[in-house]
């Protein structure tokens, strides 16, 4: 296991290549490619008219600091409505793949060996099986394009998904054959599930987002922190997971995940993930007053 960096932990820094830099003064040598509609540094609206384009910059750039496409992570907006695989108009689901078939593009040039999509969700005036259903068709068969691409598709079960619970999660990817995850913990942690019912997940991770959380907060600082790292990397080694663990402090106005402090959390936590690991033993830093 590797560890990586997403891009999008540091919004705040621009250009996007100075995040890049950034990542190798933090000694990380894998990136998160995220394009997020209306917010990350790198966005689809902006990119979509020359794939191309985008794809010769990040590739650039990531050579001249001796950096690799671990992930690419689209989120198409910043509601989960638009764009979502499993909305309920045919259009609309025809719009959200023709996204998916521009990013699977752009990942496919970049050397991404997978990308991460939202599930999609529970949509009003239907049953929870319906919606669940119409993800795995609509999913299914996005694993099978990108698969002739040579890129793996994994879906992140986040907070208000169609998959945001572990038997929601396991259940999808049973619906939709060679559906992977990108499992975040911090997503069920927030919701008061063991750790025993996330770990049950790590033989169906594809791509691992690391931070802190703890019960009613999806993002906590290290110290406040309740997630098992060290138990979580030996449920990932159990199965032979050999993906990256992505470090993933974020900065955005959604679910109080604009109240830590992303630079010092990324160190601490990629200094813990580190002796994980390594099975050494890892202390909170007693820095003084």
Known sequence: ????????????????ERVLDLARLLEIEAIDVCLMGNRSHLRPEHVRDDIPRAADRIVTALAERSLVASDLFCIPWTDFERFAPNHPEP????????????MLELAARIGAPGMTILPGIDWPGETHEASLQRCASE?????????????????????GSVAQ????????????????????????????FA?????????????????GARAGRMQAP?????????????????????????LEYLWIDWEHLNECD???????????????????PWRYPELGA
């Open 195 to 211: 750790h025993d019912e996330i770990a049950a997940l790590s033989p169906r991770a594809r791509h691992v987002h690391v931070r």
């Open 1 to 16: 296991m590797r560890l990586s960096l997403t891009d999008n932990t540091f919004r705040l820094l621009e250009p996007w």
């Open 139 to 159: 999913l299914g068969a996005r694993v099978a394009r990108a698969r002739e691409r040579g890129v793996r598709v994994s879906i992140e079960p986040h907070l």
């Open 91 to 102: 259009a609309e689901r025809a719009r959200s793949n023709s996204l998916f078939d521009d």
């Open 222 to 246: 290290l110290r406040e922190s309740t997630i098992d790292f060290e138990g979580m990397v030996e449920a990932l080694r159990a199965t032979g997971y050999a993906g990256d663990l992505s």
């Open 165 to 192: 619970t572990p038997q929601g999660a396991d259940e999808l990817c049973a619906l939709a054959p060679g559906l992977e995850l990108t499992l975040d913990y911090s997503h069920f942690i927030y919701q008061g």
């Open 262 to 280: 992303t630079l010092s959390e990324t160190i601490l936590l990629r200094d813990r993930l580190l002796d994980c690991l390594a099975r050494r």
